[in-house]
């Protein structure tokens, strides 16, 4: 345990010793450390976004897009009457792929097969529905169900929670290296920030359980992280 502590001593002390240094009149130079720091918010999502396809197939490609369409149309109706809004569902992607068909030795036959892929993004706004979103909209046709994400519609008051915490932490770093220098910490002299998360703006984690009645559905946490850089005077 000494041994622990006296190596944490000197890897601080060192630290002290790398931080840049300013010049001063006379010669003199500004003694710094720098630090990081970092803090995050956990809250629920109250948003999620899930991308919901129909995919067909034929060896005519008009009557494959007309299959298609008419499906589509009924799983977007759907995706409505489960209560996502007119305006939160878009057509993220439209494909027809003409496939070559080919007989047992690997020759094509000169037939045909049309892929159509038709796929809509819907934002929900009430998370605990997802289940029941999507038992409708497969109930109604689709067929391709992925990139299920929740996050938060406004995370404004967790980021600036999250940067206090960030503040906190760096300073109670840097008090700590300073005092196991024999300095005494001075005023900051530059600060740096980066926020990480949440969905919809970087990276955010989900765990835990939760859901609609429908498909069971694990609704977990959003993060909201915000990291610091700070440069101190030290006296």
Known sequence: MMLRKSLVLLTLFAAVVLAGCGALPGG????????????SVSLPPDIVVVNIGVQTQGDNVAQSVAENNRRAA????A???AGVAEEDVRTTYFSV??????????MPTGAVTYWVDNTVTATLRQ??????LLEAALGAGANSINGVQF???????AETEARQLAMDD??????????????????????STSAIGPAFGGAYEVAGI????????STGSTEVQVQVYIVYSLR
Request: glycine letters at 16%; charged letters at 20%.
């Open 28 to 39: 003199a130079t500004e003694r710094t450390i720098s630090v990081s720091g970092t803090g």
């Open 79 to 81: 995706i409505r009457a």
């Open 97 to 106: 792929s003409p496939q070559q068909q080919y007989d047992p030795q690997g």
């Open 74 to 77: 009924q799983v977007t109706e």
């Open 151 to 157: 996050g938060v519609d406004d995370a404004t008051q």
């Open 210 to 217: 939760g859901g609609g009645g429908g498909v069971p559905i």
């Open 170 to 191: 760096a300073r109670q770093r840097a008090e700590l290296v300073a005092a196991a220098a024999g300095a005494t910490l001075g005023e900051p002299i530059s600060i």
């Open 127 to 132: 998370v605990e529905q997802l289940g029941d």
